[in-house]
């Protein structure tokens, strides 16, 4: 049973990720933090992600070193190559085209860190996710919409619209929100 005495904090600007942990009906607060999350050249997904859970947790101890933390990042990937968030409206057509009829990888790499025991638990979550074929208007409408923005590979599986693009998927839905639940859940249970 996680202790609900100690502060739990969730270092991440998604509001996604904040849907996702409410759901373990904990109470926690929500700050972010700023750090470099570049990839370095030739790094496997899985070690990148990992990677910057940890420089993302090294900044949030700086902040708050006093109960829970927990940090995540997600990379969307097709063909070997990341796909982040769009520049602009076409920029999202753009990533929405070449994700349409194809099957990308959605990688999340957390960190969770008890301070008042010193354990940091850090793992990731891949799922594969197969897109139908999108029509221009398909693609043209959802972007109007503006939900496509904020997010890496350009869509929301939790958006209304956005859900009705994945064909199919394979491993955690939660993990292509950017919260690979059950392995966040389990790892707090081991702090």
Do not use: W
């Not at 009829?101 to 790499?109: D, Q, R, S």
């Not at 839905?173 to 081991?190: H, I, S």
Request: hydrophobic content about 40%; proline content about 3%; glycine content about 4%.
């Amino acid at each position: 049973m996680i202790n609900k005495n100690i502060p739990i904090y969730l270092a991440s600007k998604s509001p996604r990720r904040k849907v996702l942990l409410k759901q373990l009906n904990l109470k926690f607060k929500v700050f972010s933090v700023e750090c470099d999350e570049s990839l370095k050249k030739n790094e496997p997904f899985i070690q990148a992600v990992k990677r910057i859970s940890l420089i993302k947790l090294n900044a949030a101890k700086k902040i708050h070193n006093d109960g829970i933390i927990i940090t995540a990042d997600t990379l969307v990937v097709l063909d070997n190559e990341t796909i982040g968030k769009p520049k602009n409206k076409k920029d999202a057509v753009r990533i929405l085209k070449k994700l349409s009829n194809n099957t990308h990888k959605v990688y999340t790499g957390f960190s969770v860190y008890n301070a008042l025991k010193n354990i940091t638990v850090t793992d990731y979550e891949k799922t594969l996710v197969t897109f139908k074929k999108l029509s221009n208007k398909e693609i043209k409408n959802y972007v109007s919409l503006g939900s496509p923005l904020d997010k890496a590979g350009a869509y929301g599986i939790q958006d209304d619209f956005g859900a009705v693009f994945v064909k199919k998927i394979n491993g955690c839905y939660n993990n292509v929100m950017g919260l690979p639940l059950f392995k966040v859940y389990n790892a707090l249970l081991r702090v």
